[in-house]
């Protein structure tokens, strides 16, 4: 069973970055498309940013020029680079692996952003 692993959510100042990383047990990761989800008390749980196994890549609006996606295969690992951050951004923050129609979740890790 794949498990994934996030790290580096944390309380910043609004304008700061942070940078959530997720590291994945499996043994296909390169084959996976790879995304991070966030989700806010009360509602749904949305879709943030996308990389594919080629490294293509796309966001929501709300974060394009801010957020960066990208993978390491190597490392079976896959980043949010979240720059200028803003409170609008507070959420708990989820890597999603997708792998032939079956997908795994993270456990979350929290972003704080303060005014």
């Known amino acids: 069973q794949v498990q994934l692993v996030e790290s580096g959510g944390g309380l910043v100042q609004a304008g700061g970055s942070l940078r959530l990383s997720c590291v994945s047990s499996g043994t296909t990761f390169e084959l996976a498309t790879m995304s991070w989800f966030r989700q806010t008390p009360g509602k749904q749980r949305e879709l943030v940013a996308t990389i594919s196994t080629g490294h293509m890549t796309n966001y929501i609006d709300p974060v394009k020029g801010r957020f960066t996606i990208s993978r390491d295969n190597a490392k079976n690992a896959v980043y949010l680079q979240m720059n200028d951050l803003k409170p609008e951004d507070t959420a708990v923050y989820y890597c999603?692996?997708?792998?032939?129609?079956?997908?795994?979740w993270g456990q979350g890790t929290q972003v704080t952003v303060s005014s």
């Open positions: 999603h692996e997708m792998f032939r129609g079956y997908p795994t």
